[in-house]
């Protein structure tokens, strides 16, 4: 797999992780969730006792947990509101443009095992309809997707796409058959799509649908894709186990003798999930 890489190094942050294991890891988890935008800027985290299920830890460890994300400047508590997300806080990110990212992934999607966790209609969070271009009373089609290799789940795969779209396949079709698939049956033009690669920590969720501990460090794709009007026609974040999955790349010389630099081996495959 081919990356052309252009690396941006931002400052490094300066971080107030607690210590102990369980706090630090749900301080990781939720510090993750921030960065990506599950909680955008303005809106409350879930209550300490909620938190506290959801990863199976005490309010304690929770609370501690979001005193260091106060101290880094990410959350603050609002009396009457409670735990909110901070406007305007820094993103520290090394960027990077991958832009062939995709030619290995067909091949897996057509090749692996699908198995289909969960398949819904509803409205979509504010990431997702932001990144899609949705309207306040759009509603999506939204699937939970793991893929194995011999029965060893290798990526978790949660997928967005826009109700009228949506409708032109079912749950039976998603289980079987690879999205941009379905999609073309029904007639839509993929035209582009734009994607990041970065590294995050698996989520309670993730953790039990990948047989991996929670807050593991895992390969995150975060792609939408949009037809050839523009429209954004489905939202993907995907996840792999790095000790399943790897990026490869090719790379030649190229350029005038005293400025030669490396440049990657484009390929020519379709895009893929």
């Known amino acids: ?59 304690v460890t929770v609370r501690r947990a979001l005193e260091a994300l106060d101290g880094d ?10 735990t909110i ?25 057509c090749a692996t095992e ?13 990431l997702v309809a932001s990144a899609l271009g949705l309207g306040p009373d759009a509603r999506v089609q939204s699937a939970v997707r793991v893929r194995l290799i ?13 109700e009228d779209i949506a409708r032109n396949y079912s749950e039976a079709d998603l289980a079987t058959s690879p999205l941009f698939r379905l999609l073309e049956r ?13 590294a995050t920590l698996a989520t309670p969720d993730a953790a039990d649908a990948l047989n991996v501990a929670v807050g593991a460090a895992l390969l995150s794709i975060e792609r939408v894709v949009r037809d050839e009007t523009g429209r954004g026609i489905e939202f ?3 996840l792999y186990r790095p000790d399943m999955f790897r990026m490869e790349m090719t790379l030649s010389r190229v350029g005038e ?12 495959n379709e895009a893929a999930e």
């Open 236 to 238: 993907l974040f995907a």
């Open 1 to 59: 797999m081919i990356v052309a890489s252009s690396l941006q190094k931002a400052d490094d942050a300066v971080s107030t992780a607690p210590e102990g294991g369980k706090a630090r890891r749900v301080y990781l988890l939720l510090k993750d969730e921030i960065s990506r935008g599950v909680y955008p800027d303005g809106t409350a985290l879930p209550g300490e006792q909620k938190l506290a299920a959801e990863f199976d830890v005490s309010r």
């Open 73 to 82: 400047g990410l959350i603050e508590k609002r009396p009457g509101s409670g």
């Open 150 to 162: 011999d029965g060893v789940p290798f990526s978790h795969l949660t997928t967005h796409v826009p």
């Open 186 to 198: 029904g007639g839509v033009t993929i035209g582009e799509a734009s994607q990041s690669v970065s």
């Open 85 to 109: 997300v901070r406007a305007g806080r820094d993103k520290a990110m090394v960027s990077g443009d991958f832009t062939t990212l995709m030619p290995q992934l067909i091949e897996m999607g």
């Open 114 to 126: 699908a198995r289909l966790l969960s398949f819904a209609y509803g409205a979509p969070a504010a």
């Open 257 to 268: 003798a005293g400025h030669r630099q490396w440049a990657p081996v484009l390929g020519g």
